[in-house]
């Protein structure tokens, strides 16, 4: 006992010490997204917050056409789609591997294993020489079919599935004479639930900050999604030093989204992953 206690200041404080890690950035990303150019380059302090937040997003949303706007919906097109897609096929697969015996069935699920070790970049070139064969580079399709793919989803699925899915349910729905598919879809699924959402979580933050991907497949900044938008203005902050309050503001509004993703869908979360926990 008197072991804990005399830890407890000790873990409180590596704890407040990660926390300013992670959260410093940001508050620093939204007291310079306050700022005008002239502010930003005189005085970058933490607490210096001016009251220029919504002439600044006036000028992001006007500059180039209002092409900000247009890589917003670009990025919720990718990752929103990508990720209902990809959780949707990453269940249908997890739920095949957990529930059925097939020969290689272990094998099978050693290789999905092996390409979540595999790095997104390594695979960028090789699937831009494919997709440059059938014409469908520099294309919605280019960045949203590699992304509906997800090894790691693939895990997370069936370890849902392990943990949330008997097989004695399985099995009396098999009896009762619901084919494998409707056993899935009227079962499998409903009782997934916060499995699935956590996967689309995770799904849809991969996709949201995919940058490799898009770089490679996209020249046509109609279809960048706002994080290749963002880094092309940033590489113009020479020839136009304004740039660099509208890539400040931009960068915020572009994490709002995941935020409120995970403030939305973090009950859900914190039970998918208490339900694999459980089964590891």
């Not at 992001?60 to 209902?84: K, P, Q, T």
């Not at 989803?153 to 494998?180: H, K, Q």
């Amino acid at each position: 006992m008197t072991t804990f206690r005399r830890a407890q200041p000790a873990n409180a404080t590596v704890l407040v010490l990660m926390c300013a890690y992670f959260v410093l950035p940001l508050w620093w990303l939204a007291v310079s997204a306050t700022k005008t150019q002239g502010e930003l380059v005189q005085d970058s302090g933490l607490f210096s917050i001016s009251d220029h937040f919504l002439s600044n997003v006036a000028d992001l949303l006007a500059r180039d056409s209002g092409v900000f706007g247009r890589w917003l919906v670009n990025s919720m097109l990718y990752a929103g789609i990508g990720a209902a897609i990809g959780t949707v096929l990453a269940a249908a697969v997890g739920y095949a591997l957990s529930k059925y015996r097939f020969p290689g069935r272990d094998a099978l699920f050693n290789v999905i294993l092996a390409g979540v070790l595999i790095p997104p970049a390594a695979l960028a070139l090789p699937l831009f020489l494919m997709f440059s064969r059938v014409g469908l580079t520099n294309t919605y399709w280019s960045v949203l079919l590699p992304s509906v793919v997800s090894p790691l989803a693939v895990y997370l699925a069936r370890v849902s599935i392990d943990a949330a899915v008997p097989d004695e349910v399985v099995e009396a729905a098999s009896v009762d004479g619901a084919g494998g598919v409707r056993t899935f879809v009227l079962i499998g699924l409903p009782m997934m639930g916060p499995g699935l959402v956590t996967i689309f979580l995770f799904q849809f933050v991969l996709i949201w900050n995919n940058f490799m991907l898009p770089l490679i497949m996209l020249n046509s900044s109609d279809l960048y999604p706002v994080t290749l938008g963002l880094y092309n203005w940033s590489g113009q902050f020479i020839q136009d030093p304004t740039l660099a309050t509208s890539v400040l503001v931009g960068a915020l509004i572009a994490v709002v989204p995941v935020i409120a993703g995970f403030l939305l869908l973090q009950r859900f979360w914190n039970t998918g992953l208490t339900q694999g926990a459980v089964k590891a």
